[in-house]
Nanobody, 116 residues
Framework: VQLVESGGGLVEAGGSLRLSCAAS????????MGWYRQTPGKSRELVAA????????IYADSVKGRFTISRDNAKNTMYLQMNSLKPEDTAVYYC??????????WGQGTQVTVSS
């Protein structure tokens, strides 16, 4: 499974961005996908995740009500709509996929910078 993120960039506080993650390869084996983020000196943290089947979602408390995760299984693409962005949302955002054998796959990351 290969994952490629896009959509990061620089935005002012209160603005919006939409991240995309395109999956290729053995996508039929993917059970769930998610977005993580990481800032220098900190561990990578889960932002949101979505299951492939029922589309169940989970969110970090810090983004609930502002971020929305979604997926288009036909396009093998996952999205993260980020609204009301805050400077503390600044991070490198990574796409993650977990397959039926609990193997983890990661994208290369995309930088999101929110200016105050």
């Amino acid at each position: 499974v290969q994952l490629v993120e896009s959509g990061g960039g620089l935005v002012e506080a209160g603005g919006s961005l939409r991240l995309s993650c395109a999956a290729s390869g053995s996508t039929f084996s993917i059970n769930a996908m998610g977005w993580y983020r990481q800032t220098p000196g900190k561990s990578r943290e889960l932002v949101a995740a979505i299951t492939r089947g029922f589309g169940n979602t989970i969110y970090a408390d810090s983004v609930k009500g502002r971020f929305t995760i979604s997926r288009d299984n036909a396009k093998n693409t996952m999205y993260l709509q980020m609204n009301s962005l805050k400077p503390e949302d600044t991070a490198v955002y990574y796409c993650n996929a977990v397959d039926a054998y609990d193997n983890d796959y990661w994208g290369q990351g995309t930088q999101v910078t929110v200016s105050s």
